[in-house]
C-alpha cells in the first residue's frame, strides 16, 4: 500500500486558504522522508482557480533570494526534490472552486501589494477568475487567449468573457452558489461554486491539468469529484447546462409524471417552482428527484472520466504515464462509477472518530485491487480535539491508533502535514514530528505483513438501493457540520457495528443498482465466504439474485436482516436475524474468539501466511494512553492449518507464540496486547 501524507502544508496558527497552498520549502523533503513516504495527496498547485497566470506563478515563478536563503523554491522545483527522494507529488485540482479574492495593487496596476489579507495600502480592487476571463490586468497577467487561442466559447455558441457568471451553479431562483466550506467567515473573499457540467469549465480545467503536468507532478487529483452533486446541499443545480442535460436525459425516459408536456422546452426549475417545491426542502420527495439523481450520476461518470482521460492523453503526450486519482469524499455510491477512472482512490472521511474499523472495511471493499489513501476530516468529528491534546503533548495512543486502525483494516491514513482545518478553525494539523516518524516507520518496515487480500470468512453486503435512503436521512446536513442523525437506524451500520465490537473479521461486499454504477455481483465474489449477511436487503437486482442462487447452491449460508428482498431465493440456506443480535447473525460461530474488546482483521500475505491484525482501542483518559491487554487468549479459524505463530508488537519486538489447535482452529495466548499488534500465523521463518 502506498504511505500517503496530507500534504497541504498550511500555516499554524492561520486559516487554510483555499486554493493556494503555502510556498514549499527543501526541509518539507527531509520531513517527508523520515515519514516514509510515498505519495503526496492535496500537494501543489492548487492556485489555478484563481488564474492561470497566477497557477504558472505557483508552479514556475521566480523565487527572490531572501526566500533561496531558507530553501523556498517553486512547485516545479519542489517536485524535482521529491522525485530524488522517490515521493510521488500530485496536482490538486479544486474543481467546484472559482475564487475572486480582494487586492491592493499600485497604481498602474503593475504589482500586487497585498492579496487576500490586506495591509490599507495602494489601489483597492478584486482578482479572481472573472478579472482573468475578461483580461482585467494586461499588465499582470497573460490574456486568456495566450492559454485559449480560439477563446472560450459556451454550449450557445457564445463567447465567455466571465468564467463565474458563465460556470456558477444556480439555485431553483437562479442565484449563484457558493462553496461555503472554503469560504473564511472573517474575509472578504468569495467562492463560488462551479459547475463541470458546463463545457467550458471543462476547458478551463484541462488547462489546469496541463499545467500542473508540465510542472512535473506525478499525477492528477480532482477534487470535489462528484461536482455538481455536492451543490444538492444549497438546492442546486439550475444551471442552463444542467436544465439542457436533464432535459436530454427525460426525452429518453418520458416518466410518466410529464405526461402531455412539452420535452423539447422543459425547464425541471420552473416546473418545480410552479408546483411550490424549491429543491431545498424535502428534497428527496420532490418531483422527479430520482431521475435528477440519477442524471447527475451518470453525468459526473461521463465528465470525471473525459477530463481522466485527457490528463493520461496529456501525461503521454509528455512522456510519461500518471497517476490519475479524485476526492472520493466518503465514498458514497455516487462514487461508484467513477472508480474504474482512477489508479489511488483518496476518501476524506465524513466523520473522523476514535474508533471506526466497520467504515474502513467499507472503505477496503470499495476500493477493491486498489490503493487508497484517506485523509481526516476537520467538520463532524474528533480533529479538533486531537490537535489540541497534542499540542499539550498529550493523545499520542490516539493519533498512533488514527493510522494502525487504518492499515489494519485494509486502508492507508495518512500522516497530517499541515492539513486541513476548515474555513472557521485558524490551525493546521501537524503531528509531531518524532510520533509521525516512530509510526510510519513501523509501517513501512512491516509492510510484507500489510495486504489487501483477507481470510475472512464472513461478508456483509452492503446494497446501494437498500441503504440510500436510511443513509441519505442519517447524514442529511451540510459539509460544514457532517452531522449524524444517529434516530436514524440503517440496519447495515448496525450488523458492521456489531461485528467489528465483538472482534469478528468480516469483509463487505458492495451491490450498485446497475444504474447509477454497474452491477457487478457474482456468485463467485461471494463463494469463499462461509457466511453472507444481507442487512435490510430489500432491493435485488436480477444479477443479484443470480449470484445469491449460485452461492447457495454452492453450500453457502445466508442470514438476512430487517426487510426482506422478495426476490431472495426460498432455500434452506437462508436464515434471518436481529441486526445487533450477533449469535443469530453467525449461524456457524465465531471466526476469532478472544476475552477482549479489539478489532480484528484476517489477511492473506503474498507467501502463504495469515496475519491476524488487532487494534486495541482501550483507551484511559486519565492516564492518556491506550491500556496493555495482558495474557490475552487468541483461538483463531484459518482456511491453512499453520505451524508456527508470532506475535508483532507497534514497537517492532517479535515474539514465538506456542501454537496448539484444535480442529480447525488455532490457539495462541499473547501476554500483551498493546495499540497495535500482528499476529502472524505462518510455515517456515516468519516473513
Given at each position: ?7 497541504d ?11 493556494s ?8 523533503v ?7 513516504a510515498?505519495?503526496?495527496?492535496w500537494a ?6 484563481l ?11 521566480p ?12 512547485d516545479?522545483?519542489?517536485?524535482a526534490?521529491?522525485?530524488?527522494r522517490g ?8 474543481e ?6 480582494p487586492?491592493?495593487l499600485?497604481?498602474d496596476?503593475?504589482?500586487v501589494l ?7 495600502v495602494?489601489?483597492?480592487?478584486w482578482?479572481g ?8 490586468y ?11 487561442p ?8 457564445e ?7 458563465e460556470?456558477?451553479?444556480?439555485d431553483?431562483h437562479q442565484?449563484?452558489?457558493h462553496?461555503?466550506w472554503v469560504?473564511?467567515?472573517d474575509?472578504?473573499h ?6 463541470r457540467?458546463?463545457p467550458?469549465w471543462r476547458e ?11 510542472a ?8 470535489e ?6 451543490a444538492f446541499?444549497?438546492?442546486a443545480?439550475f ?6 442535460g ?7 425516459r418520458?416518466p410518466a ?33 430520482g431521475?435528477?439523481?440519477?442524471f447527475q450520476?451518470?453525468?459526473?461518470k461521463?465528465?470525471f472520466a473525459?477530463?481522466?482521460d485527457y490528463?493520461?492523453?496529456y ?21 461508484l462509477?467513477?472508480?474504474?477512472d ?9 466523520n473522523?472518530t ?19 489513501v ?11 480535539e486531537l490537535?489540541?491534546?497534542l ?5 499520542h ?11 489494519a ?5 495518512s500522516?497530517p502535514?499541515g492539513?486541513?482545518?476548515?474555513s ?9 514530528h518524532?510520533?509521525?516518524t516512530e509510526?510510519q516507520?513501523f509501517l513501512?518496515d ?10 475472512n470468512e464472513?461478508?456483509?453486503?452492503f446494497?446501494?438501493?437498500s441503504?440510500?435512503e ?12 457532517n452531522?449524524?442523525?444517529d434516530s ?10 456489531t ?5 469478528v473479521p ?8 446497475g444504474v447509477?454504477a ?5 456468485a ?7 457466511t453472507v449477511?444481507?442487512p ?9 439474485v443470480?449470484a ?15 426487510r426482506v428482498?422478495?426476490?431472495l ?14 449469535d ?5 460461530g ?6 477482549v474488546?479489539?478489532?480484528s ?17 482501550d ?24 505451524q ?9 519486538s517479535?515474539?514465538p507464540?506456542e ?10 495466548r ?8 500482528i499476529?502472524v ?7
Amino acid at each position: 500500500m502506498h504511505r500517503g501524507v496530507y500534504f497541504d502544508a498550511w500555516f499554524p496558527r492561520q486559516h487554510c486558504y483555499h486554493p493556494s497552498l503555502p510556498p514549499r520549502r527543501l526541509r518539507m523533503v527531509d520531513d517527508l522522508v523520515d515519514f516514509r513516504a510515498t505519495v503526496l495527496v492535496w500537494a501543489s498547485m492548487g492556485g489555478g482557480s484563481l488564474s492561470l497566470p497566477y497557477l504558472e506563478q505557483e508552479a514556475f515563478g521566480p523565487v527572490d533570494a531572501r526566500s533561496r536563503f531558507y530553501g523556498f523554491v517553486n512547485d516545479s522545483e519542489f517536485i524535482a526534490a521529491c522525485h530524488e527522494r522517490g515521493i510521488k507529488v500530485l496536482g490538486i485540482v479544486f474543481e467546484a472552486q472559482g475564487w475572486e479574492f480582494p487586492v491592493e495593487l499600485t497604481e498602474d496596476e503593475t504589482e500586487v501589494l497585498a492579496l487576500n489579507e490586506l495591509r490599507g495600502v495602494g489601489k483597492r480592487d478584486w482578482m479572481g477568475l472573472r478579472e482573468f476571463s475578461s483580461n482585467r490586468y494586461p499588465k499582470l497577467w497573460k490574456p486568456v487567449e495566450h492559454y485559449f487561442p480560439d477563446g472560450l466559447v459556451n454550449s450557445d455558441g457564445e463567447p465567455v468573457t466571465d468564467l463565474i457568471e458563465e460556470c456558477v451553479v444556480r439555485d431553483i431562483h437562479q442565484q449563484p452558489c457558493h462553496a461555503h466550506w472554503v469560504e473564511c467567515p472573517d474575509r472578504e473573499h468569495r467562492c463560488y461554486y462551479m459547475d463541470r457540467n458546463n463545457p467550458v469549465w471543462r476547458e478551463y480545467l484541462k488547462a489546469v491539468i496541463r499545467i500542473q503536468l508540465d510542472a512535473g507532478a506525478d499525477g492528477i487529483q480532482l477534487d470535489e469529484a462528484e461536482l455538481p452533486m455536492g451543490a444538492f446541499q444549497y438546492g442546486a443545480c439550475f444551471c442552463k447546462d444542467c436544465m439542457k442535460g436533464f432535459r436530454a436525459h427525460l426525452q429518453d425516459r418520458r416518466p410518466a409524471e410529464l405526461e402531455g408536456v412539452d420535452l423539447a422546452t422543459f425547464h425541471y426549475g420552473d416546473w418545480l417552482l410552479a408546483q411550490g417545491y424549491d429543491f431545498k426542502d424535502g428534497r428527496e420527495s420532490t418531483p422527479l428527484f430520482g431521475d435528477y439523481y440519477a442524471f447527475q450520476c451518470l453525468s459526473i461518470k461521463k465528465y470525471f472520466a473525459e477530463l481522466a482521460d485527457y490528463a493520461r492523453e496529456y501525461g503521454r503526450s509528455l512522456g510519461r504515464e500518471i497517476i490519475l486519482s479524485g476526492n472520493f469524499f466518503n465514498l458514497e455510491p455516487m462514487y461508484l462509477a467513477l472508480a474504474d477512472d482512477v489508479d489511488l482512490v483518496i476518501t476524506e472521511m465524513r466523520n473522523t472518530t476514535y474508533r471506526q474499523p466497520e467504515w474502513y472495511r467499507y472503505v477496503a471493499a470499495f476500493a477493491g485491487d486498489k490503493d487508497v489513501v484517506v485523509v481526516e476530516n476537520p467538520y463532524g468529528g474528533v480533529v479538533p480535539e486531537l490537535i489540541g491534546l497534542l499540542a499539550e503533548g498529550r493523545g499520542h495512543d490516539l493519533f498512533r491508533l488514527s493510522l494502525f486502525e487504518a492499515a489494519a483494516l485494509g486502508a492507508n491514513m495518512s500522516v497530517p502535514y499541515g492539513s486541513w482545518m476548515g474555513s472557521v478553525i485558524e490551525d493546521s494539523f501537524y503531528a509531531p514530528h518524532g510520533l509521525a516518524t516512530e509510526v510510519q516507520s513501523f509501517l513501512a518496515d512491516h509492510e510484507q505483513l500489510i495486504a489487501r487480500p483477507t481470510a475472512n470468512e464472513v461478508a456483509v453486503v452492503f446494497s446501494v438501493e437498500s441503504t440510500r435512503e436510511l443513509i441519505g436521512k442519517a447524514d442529511a446536513s451540510d459539509n460544514t457540520t457532517n452531522l449524524r442523525d444517529d434516530s436514524v437506524v440503517v440496519p447495515y451500520r448496525v450488523v458492521t457495528r456489531t461485528l467489528a465490537d465483538a472482534a469478528v473479521p468480516f469483509d463487505v461486499v458492495i451491490w450498485a443498482d446497475g444504474v447509477t454504477a454497474p452491477d457487478r455481483a457474482s456468485a463467485e465474489a461471494l463463494a469463499r465466504y462461509s457466511t453472507v449477511v444481507l442487512p435490510d436487503v430489500h432491493a435485488m437486482t436480477q444479477a443479484q439474485v443470480v449470484a445469491v442462487a449460485g452461492y447457495l447452491a454452492a453450500g453457502g449460508t445466508v442470514v438476512a436482516t430487517d426487510r426482506v428482498a422478495k426476490l431472495l431465493p426460498k432455500h434452506e440456506g437462508v436464515r434471518t436475524a436481529g441486526h445487533a443480535e450477533l449469535d443469530e447473525l453467525l449461524p456457524h460461530g465465531r471466526q476469532v474468539e478472544t476475552s477482549v474488546s479489539v478489532a480484528s482483521n484476517l489477511q492473506q500475505l503474498a507467501d502463504g501466511s495469515l496475519a491476524l491484525h488487532l487494534v486495541n482501542y482501550d483507551y484511559d483518559r486519565d492516564a492518556d494512553a491506550v491500556r496493555t491487554l495482558t495474557d490475552v487468549p487468541l483461538r483463531v479459524r484459518l482456511p491453512k492449518h499453520k505451524q508456527h505463530a508470532t506475535a508483532v508488537a507497534s514497537n517492532g519486538s517479535r515474539t514465538p507464540l506456542e501454537l496448539t489447535r484444535d480442529g480447525d482452529a488455532h490457539l495462541v495466548r499473547l501476554d500483551e496486547v498493546g495499540v497495535y499488534t500482528i499476529v502472524v500465523f505462518h510455515d517456515g521463518d516468519l516473513p
